[in-house]
């Protein structure tokens, strides 16, 4: 059983492209949460999807980033006109159950490089 | 209200020594007390992780110490080794809910030989 594929992992993109990251979930997985690690920083929470539902967006940026967990293939981070800002390392993580009684398991993650 | 403060930034130890995480809360609402084990350029894994309902909780060299009234908890890493290089991270959550958690701002631990 492979782990949480996520894919590029790195990514380059100018000022004002989009960038779009992948994260398929362990199989049987049905559950994905992505993260947003800053240098020297600890993670924070963006989104968490279920397959084909976006069950809490708390931690999105209300401009620009959308996610998407579809019924086939894998979920999707989009950011539109990235900025500098943007630049940090993505992870996504995926479980079984949405519960904390079973554990997330967490991708290498993309490490996205606005320029 | 939602933050979880960790310390130290970067810790070196010696090989055998025993490595000290700590971190503090601020909610009183949080029930669930992962910590996670990062490798450089790789995603963080599950460590160990504790419930209030226990004040203590061991695996291995792992060990963690929760203080509920001073909403406090600690890494413990006895005979620490090399291969425990790694960041560290503390974080906090709901169990009623899901795998939302708040992260601590992470510990870099060396162990030199």
């Known amino acids: 059983n492979a782990g949480v594929m996520q894919n590029p992992r790195h990514l380059v993109r100018r000022r004002g492209q989009e960038a779009r990251l992948r994260c398929s979930p362990m199989k049987g997985h049905s559950h994905v949460y992505w993260y947003r690690q800053l240098p020297e920083e600890g993670l924070k929470f963006m989104v968490y999807l279920q397959k084909e539902n976006i069950i809490d967006e708390s931690g999105m940026p209300k401009e620009r980033f959308s996610a998407e967990f579809p019924k086939e293939g894998p979920s999707i981070l989009r950011i539109q006109q990235v900025v500098r ?23 290498q993650g993309t490490r996205l490089t606005v320029v | ?22 971190c503090a809360y601020e909610n009183t609402a949080f029930d669930y007390f992962p910590w996670y ?45 090399p291969g425990d290089s790694a960041t560290y ?3 906090a959550g709901l169990s009623g809910g899901y795998q939302k ?10 162990v030199i030989p």
Do not use: W
């Open chain 1, 85 to 107: 800002g943007d630049s940090a390392a993505y992870f996504c993580a995926s479980s079984p159950q949405g519960g904390l009684d079973t554990e997330a398991f967490f991708g």
């Open chain 2, 1 to 22: 209200q939602q933050q979880v403060k960790q310390s130290p930034q970067s810790l070196i130890v010696q090989k055998g020594g025993i490595s000290i995480i700590n």
């Open chain 2, 37 to 81: 084990q990062q490798f450089p350029g790789k995603g963080p894994a599950l460590l160990i992780a504790i419930r209030p309902d226990v004040s203590e909780k061991k695996e291995g060299r792992f060990t963690i110490s929760f203080n509920k009234s001073a909403k406090q908890f600690s890494l413990h890493i006895m005979d620490s080794q």
């Open chain 2, 89 to 91: 991270f503390c974080a």
């Open chain 2, 101 to 110: 958690v708040t992260f601590g701002t992470g510990t870099k631990l060396q």
